[in-house]
């Protein structure tokens, strides 16, 4: 599969301090990439270097043309959805409305609304609680919101970062069973940062490993999944 997204030699930086190490990856269009690494080692922030959101050095492409550098919003108008660690959910906004944010940048209404049908087949609990404040939603709830706001955006690439946090084990494996029909039917290629590395390595094609903020290894997420050593020294499973 083409290449959707590459990244070569990015940096990234906090005021003066640098977090990402001149890393290079890409995602596959089509396909579904998750980046494993330990707590601190920039997996959160080579999310947020490729919406824009810090300072970066180095190239980042999607879909061919250069992105850094771009504001974010410019970012997202090109196809790219990016659900935050903490899920974002605006909880005094009711889960339509929610929704509803989520499909600014478009303008035919009953396209809106047939996404909307389909958000809310997804996560049919979302449609029960329509004119819920999402403040008031669980957590799972609230994950399942911040993801199909996202997705009425209609984006090429969905950014995830942490969506098992803090949920169920039940809840989790929903969510992740819906993001493989989503990558399947809707063709959005996926990049997943996930501490639960058996659960993303069972959803992902490919894994990429970053060690404070350098990559260190990548390969298929089976390959990875069957290295013992691997396993052992880096994944914690």
Do not use: C
Not at 88 to 114: C, W
């Amino acid at each position: 599969m083409a290449a959707l997204l590459e990244a070569k030699d990015v940096e990234a930086f906090y005021g003066p301090t640098r977090v990402l190490k001149g890393i290079s990856f890409e995602v596959a269009e089509g396909g579904i990439t998750t980046i494993l690494g330990a707590n601190g080692a920039g997996k959160t922030t080579t999310l947020r270097a490729i919406s824009g959101l810090v300072r970066t050095r180095g190239e980042i492409r999607f879909a061919g043309h250069r992105i850094d550098g771009l504001a974010t919003e410019k970012i997202a108008a090109l196809g790219i959805a990016h659900v935050p660690d903490g899920r974002g959910t605006l909880v005094n906004m009711s889960v339509e409305e929610n929704l509803r944010v989520g499909a600014y940048l478009r303008r035919n209404k009953a396209e809106v609304a047939a996404s909307m049908e389909r958000m809310y087949g997804y996560f049919p609990r979302l449609r029960e609680r329509q004119q819920q404040q999402a403040g008031t939603l669980s957590g799972g709830e609230q994950q399942m919101l911040a993801i199909s706001r996202a997705l009425m955006q209609r984006p090429k690439l969905l950014l995830l970062d942490e969506p098992s946090f803090g949920l169920a084990p039940l809840i989790i494996r929903e969510i992740f069973d819906i993001m493989r029909v989503i990558n399947q039917q809707e063709g959005v290629s996926i990049l997943l940062v996930e501490q639960n590395v058996a659960r993303a390595l069972a959803l992902a094609d490919h894994a990429w490993l970053l060690e404070t903020g350098s990559t260190v290894m990548s390969g298929t997420a089976q390959a990875l999944r069957d290295d013992e050593q691997i396993r052992r020294s880096y994944l914690g499973f």
